[in-house]
């Protein structure tokens, strides 16, 4: 069985289904599939938990591919506002659920070793070889930075893909002192530079988060900000027509369409609305 974590609300029920649905299509492993979610609505209206019945939605269509996979909703609502309410990067250019993943060694269900993924991010190849790497003492992996690496540190990491050796978090206290950065510190990109700063880390190749674009080898891809070709341009795999008419992407179209015939069925029983 493969351990696999993503954060968010339900507004990211497209990304989860997407980026979990284009893994089980490559694997013949399990999947177990924990989603890390909040109520944030006092913030803003739209941060609603995803719930379990959404999450039944994702569960079905992973047992397609195997009978085991299941999915799991765990909701962080008191422990996030335990460790970062007040906290000085609460309101960035991102949602607060990017701090949902720094809380995993404080939550008693998760297990000693996951993947996390962001919600961008779908699979061309097996994960099974890299997630059955030996990582050793190090408490995480992760490639390089596409832009970081350039603009920032030449060692600066993506986060966007994580094999977190949560045992030797625990052990470690390493994300203890990553949230203390981020409640304490004002960043651009606060999780991933505590993580960065704050923990030891196995820099893995770029085609187990490739950001730019798909290569031969890419195992697992990233929709992530970039220049297109001199603007930013942030197309993610469910804005279907950008990714045909401005990307030139038709090699997702099978899990796509997949993805689409599942969620008009989810909305047509009024699981979703959006």
Known sequence: MINI?????????DGFLISTLSIARHTDES????????????QDARFVAINDEQAAVIENALKKYNKDSKVKVINCDELFREQFEKGKN????????IFLRLLVDLIPEMPDKALYIDT?????QDIKEFYNMDIGDYELTASLDYLGRNAINPKYINSGVLIMNIKKIRE???FIKAREICKTKKMLLPDQTAIYKCCKILRVPDKYNEQK???????????????????????????????HDIYKIYDL??????????KFEAQDKGIINF
Not at 90 to 97: D, I, R
Not at 120 to 124: F, K, P
């Open 253 to 262: 179209d099978d899990v796509l369409e997949e993805y689409r015939a599942i």
């Open 90 to 97: 609460l309101t960035t250019h991102y949602t607060p659920y």
């Open 172 to 174: 470690t206290g390493s």
């Open 31 to 42: 999947l177990n599939v924990i989603l890390l979610t909040m109520d944030r609505t006092e």
């Open 5 to 13: 974590f993503l954060c968010g609300n339900d507004r990211m029920f």
């Open 120 to 124: 961008d991010i779908v699979a061309y």
């Open 213 to 243: 674009r798909r290569r031969k080898d890419t195992v697992l891809r990233h929709f992530s900000m970039q220049l297109h070709p001199f603007f930013p341009c942030n197309i993610k795999p469910w804005h279907i027509e950008k990714l």
